[in-house]
């Protein structure tokens, strides 16, 4: 993957984590926790998704980012990554700080 992937998964990340704190109330960490949970997030599921990407159609995309090309297909294809996997991450985290403030409480 090259930066540019990199980058965007980075910024969709972000984006995907404060995008589902302001849907998910109850999950909540604040613009700076779904900022950093939703980049963590954001990484790995754009480079989870170009894994499970390798192959047919995306392989086209694949070879052309990876070559210093970005296409499309590829841009979408890391937001689409990045963004989920940062809301993904976001919400799980939010859910084990609710759970660990219930119990404590």
């Known amino acids: 993957m090259n930066v540019m992937g990199i980058v965007t998964d980075l910024i969709a990340g972000g984006v995907g984590g404060n995008i589902a704190g302001a849907l998910l109330k109850k999950f909540d960490l604040g613009p700076i926790g779904n900022t950093v949970a939703g980049i963590v997030g954001g990484v790995g599921g754009g480079q989870l998704l170009s894994i499970l990407m390798s192959g047919g159609a995306a392989a086209a995309a694949t070879t ?37 403030s219930k119990s404590t409480t």
């Open 64 to 100: 052309a980012a990876s070559s210093g090309g970005m296409d499309m297909s590829s841009i979408l294809g890391n937001v689409a990554g990045g963004g989920v996997g940062g809301a993904i991450v976001m919400a799980v985290i939010g859910l084990v700080k609710a759970q660990m």
